[in-house]
């Protein structure tokens, strides 16, 4: 129960939800296997898996929910191979081209017969809640299935309205700031050693790890008019993470003594306490460490214009 990404959205007049009635809205919308015909679904399971009924945990203001997805995946070049194949027997058979139309339908059926015989790929995303900071964190690298998440708690909630957390400063400038200026950086901020550099009116890109940040080859890049928009960052103590710049958090690593701190926590050989133990001190130290990335930005954009409901 540690994420390893996180993309944030703060939430606006949020609807104060009791646990009770948030875990049977939850347990409403709970995750059924496919049926034959189905390409892909998703729904509620309970994060614990086998260890725990529950489909929400909460835990001193910080909730935590698990959406699990099922898609069956059918590989283009198989479908293509099959028509191919379908194609060039029906014209040798009726001694004609089959015109654009036909092969589309071909296509399609071949797509239904073919889909409930395919692989079925499971794939599980986090979603912590912070309730007391009006905070949504999903745990995903993608933006795309961060967002199919916030569909589905919209579909179980009725309505909700989110915006993507945005800030005064836009992290790209000030990630190039930080980094081509020593004396700009907060004192509480960690430099790490990972960065990727765009070039302005092109999409030339340069991505290096494991390098001296500091070092003059970078500030030549900087010089030249890049600008960073990954940039590999820390809190002495807490955590580390790769800032990109649409806020998305990546890569994140927490400090040893906090997994340390976990690890000493007598849990009874309980998986359920162990899980609820991460994930507090987890949120705790994300919730901190959120607090002062928008600090270093410039603090939170009040600009709602974004914002989605349904």
């Known amino acids: 129960m540690w994420f390893k990404h996180l993309h944030l959205y703060r939430l606006h007049d949020a609807p104060e939800i009791p646990a009770t009635d948030l875990e049977a809205a939850l347990e409403a919308q709970a995750f059924r296997p496919l049926d034959g015909a189905e390409a892909r679904r998703l729904g509620?399971?309970?994060?614990?898996?086998?260890?725990?009924?529950?489909?929400?945990?909460?835990?001193?203001?910080?909730?935590?929910?698990?959406?699990?997805?099922?898609?069956?995946?059918?590989?283009?070049?198989?479908?293509?191979?099959?028509?191919?194949?379908?194609?060039?027997?029906?014209?040798?058979?009726?001694?004609?081209?089959?015109?654009?139309?036909?092969?589309?339908?071909?296509?399609?059926?071949?797509?239904e017969e073919l889909l409930?015989?395919?692989?079925?790929r499971s794939q599980k995303v986090d979603l912590w809640w912070d309730s007391r900071n009006r905070l949504i964190g999903i745990n995903t690298s993608s933006r795309k299935r961060a967002e199919e998440v916030l569909d589905l708690l919209r579909e179980t909630l009725g309505s909700l309205k989110v915006t993507p957390l945005?800030?005064?400063t836009l992290p790209m400038r000030a990630m190039t700031t930080w980094l081509g200026d020593a004396a700009s950086r907060p004192a509480d901020m960690q430099l790490g050693d990972q960065v990727e550099l765009k070039a302005k009116g092109d999409d030339g890109v340069l991505r290096a790890r494991q390098v001296d940040l500091e070092?003059?080859?970078?500030?030549?890049?900087?010089?030249?008019?890049?600008?960073?928009?990954?940039?590999?960052?820390?809190?002495?103590?807490q955590l580390?993470?790769?800032?990109?710049?649409?806020?998305?958090?990546?890569s994140l690593s927490f400090d040893d003594a906090l997994i340390d701190e976990a690890a000493q926590t007598e849990d009874g050989d309980d998986s359920l306490v162990r899980l609820e133990t991460d994930f507090l001190l987890m949120t705790k130290a994300l919730a901190e460490g959120i607090e002062r990335l928008i600090a270093w930005l410039g603090g939170e954009s009040t600009t709602t214009s974004d914002t989605s409901t349904a």
């Open 116 to 120: 409930p015989r395919a692989f079925v």
């Open 44 to 111: 509620w399971t309970t994060p614990a898996g086998r260890s725990g009924p529950q489909y929400l945990h909460e835990l001193q203001g910080h909730r935590l929910m698990t959406a699990l997805s099922q898609e069956r995946i059918l590989p283009a070049a198989v479908v293509k191979e099959e028509l191919e194949e379908r194609v060039e027997h029906q014209e040798a058979a009726e001694g004609r081209k089959l015109r654009r139309q036909e092969k589309l339908a071909l296509k399609e059926q071949i797509y």
């Open 240 to 250: 580390t993470f790769v800032l990109h710049d649409d806020l998305a958090i990546k």
């Open 215 to 237: 070092s003059a080859e970078i500030q030549q890049l900087l010089e030249g008019d890049r600008q960073a928009s990954k940039l590999a960052l820390g809190i002495e103590g």
């Open 166 to 168: 945005a800030t005064q």
